[in-house]
């Protein structure tokens, strides 16, 4: 099935079942439940993730967890640059095997939420935006995601395997379920678009849960106006006690600087963008929610 791609390469492709098992079998490792490991078998799917991020040999790719390597060989053909952030330096001789052909491949031994990416930017593509492509460990995937998108002008795209739950929460709009803090930063900062879902059985060893791969576009500018943090600080009150109406949420749950907001002041600014008095959060959309940050914010509520 995956002749076409051993071509390309002076090594077979590792992302397959048997080569994956032959890797870890050498080395004598196993996957890592501490960092969340389970490792991609599947070919297709990093073919497809590479494909829809666009990526070239004119860019410079930041991988985070690559693992035994297997998408960085691949990434490694198709970029100019491939930078990795590993966190498990057990993995090191594997790597310098695995990928022993790349020459262009480099890796930084270091926790990613502890990576300054501006200047990782700055290092290795010379400020100009990098393109991001990952296969996340669940349990770190919402800090991973807000770090980077909060980087503006360093990434252009974010192509990531994550949790299909997680995926669902990022594409949600308001009145369902899924919709929360997480949907409207994340789409305050980029469109997501889904690439592919990925099964389970894609995994070695497989996990109890199945996968999604999402291109996240940065903006170059927010689609909507507002000042940002004042406008997240309003999102997160809003959610921490989502089944109370707006009005009862920011008032006792808002906190910004030395700034609070009083039932009162709540609800005439919802009169005021002809909201209903009673209104919860996850009906309001991003637009709304910054409609009412700039009244809100204004003094004039």
Known sequence: MYDHLNTLSPRPVLATPSATRAVLERHGIHARKKYGQNFLIDASVIEESIEAAGITKEDCVLEIGPGIGSMTQLLSRAAGRVVCVEIDTSLEPVLADTLADCDNVTILWQDILKTDLRALCEEYNGGRPMKVAANLPYYVTTPILMELLSQKGCFS???????????????????????????????????????????????????????????????ETPPVEADERFLFALIRAAFNQRRKTLANALSHGFRYEDRTLTREEVTQALRALGLSETIRGEALSLEQFAALSRELASGQA
């Open 157 to 219: 795209s974010i192509t990531v395997m994550v949790q299909k739950e997680v995926a669902d929460r990022i594409r949600s709009g308001p009145d369902t379920k899924e919709y929360g803090a997480l949907s409207l930063a994340v789409q305050y900062y980029a469109k997501p678009e889904i690439v592919t879902q990925v099964g389970a059985h894609a995994f070695f060893p497989r996990p109890n849960v199945d996968s999604t791969v999402l291109c996240l576009r940065a903006y």
